[in-house]
């Protein structure tokens, strides 16, 4: 049997197992196609297919560009702002002496290792998605499926099945040559998201140093307070009481939300998908309690400053270490 004969053999199994496999899963022959699997091809239809597809473009969509992307609302640009709020309270804190050299040099230089980290990540997020971009912006087949995939995904979001089965069946060779070429660029997708976890880890190390930080200002208030002298505490022995409960009680209480918050970080060892998603809600609350704790250490040193002028003592050595996986 000759080369030709060979594969119109070859080409008639092929049709005949398609028919089969098109019946078993309820749909016309032309609107199946194979996947390779695991390494090994399966029949599937065209239409499952394309919403993985899609799926995959609102991953590469929401959960990396989102990452560096944004300004001041990216994670980048909230490290660099809580940075910022950083530093400006370590000037106050030079004028205060709320805390002594040591501290604030130790501070210093733990958020300068927080920043210097976040930003290389952030450089290669912005590498690694630019990378991304230029291939697609190079491959035609990026610039016309694209657009395929959003029409489906709007038809699929309208209830408009019909319409979703004709761009699969219509579309198939290109949504095919889609796949392969996503594929090519999932490794760098995937490192992209890779690094955006990194950099989630980093806004959460910089709000723990900026809780810390403002801490100091609250312990000071309470130790302040606790040692009022006893012609101050006669004259206003009842607010004292009340000022005094109210700063140990509050700080208490802080400490238990931080703690029961920090209890919901997610594990090292998860998914890294399953850690992203985990992380964002955490870092949103912290970011709330956080400016709760900054506005509370200010009504703090505001109650200790009613009975006592600051004289630059504290009640105990703070130390700043630099905390890492």
């Not at 929401?62 to 300004?71: E, P, T, Y």
């Not at 979001?157 to 699969?168: F, N, R, T, V």
């Not at 930080?213 to 022995?237: C, E, M, S």
Request: with cysteine.
């Amino acid at each position: 049997m000759d080369l030709s004969n060979k594969q119109n053999l070859a080409r008639e199994f092929t049709r005949e197992i398609a028919k089969n496999k098109a019946k078993q899963l309820g749909v016309k022959t032309d609107e199946i196609t194979t996947r390779v699997v695991d390494g090994q091809a399966r029949w599937v239809k065209k239409i499952d297919v394309a919403s993985e597809l899609e799926r995959q473009r609102q991953i590469s969509a929401k959960s990396v560009i989102r990452s560096i992307r944004g300004g001041e609302n990216s994670l980048y640009g909230r490290i660099q702002a809580e940075s910022d709020r950083i530093q400006l309270l370590l000037a106050e804190y030079a004028e205060s002496e709320e805390l002594n050299p040591i501290e604030r040099r130790d501070a210093s230089a733990m958020l300068e290792k927080i920043v210097a980290r976040a930003h290389d990540t952030a450089s290669q997020i912005a590498g690694n998605e630019d990378q991304i971009e230029t291939t697609k912006a190079q491959d035609p087949v990026f610039q016309q499926a694209e657009p395929l995939l959003l029409a489906m995904h709007a038809a699929k979001k309208e209830g408009d099945i019909k319409k979703l089965q004709q761009l699969s069946v219509q579309n198939g060779d290109l949504l095919r040559k889609y796949e392969i070429r996503r594929k090519s660029i999932q490794p760098l997708i995937q490192t992209a998201k890779s690094l955006r976890l990194v950099l989630q880890k980093e806004f959460w190390r910089v709000l723990q140093h900026s809780w810390k930080l403002h801490a100091a200002r609250v312990r000071r208030a309470a130790y302040l307070l606790q040692n009022v002298d006893n012609a101050r505490k006669q004259t206003k022995a009842a607010q004292w009481k009340e000022d005094l409960e109210f700063v140990e009680i509050n700080d208490k209480a802080f400490e238990i939300r931080l703690t029961n918050l920090s209890s919901k970080c997610p594990a090292a060892d998860k998914d890294e998908d399953v850690q992203m998603k985990e992380w964002d809600p955490v870092l949103a609350t912290m970011v709330e309690l956080l400016d709760d704790w900054v506005e509370f250490g200010g009504q703090a040193a505001q109650a200790a400053a009613a009975y006592t002028k600051p004289d630059g003592g504290s009640s105990s050595r703070m130390a700043f270490q630099d905390q890492k996986d």
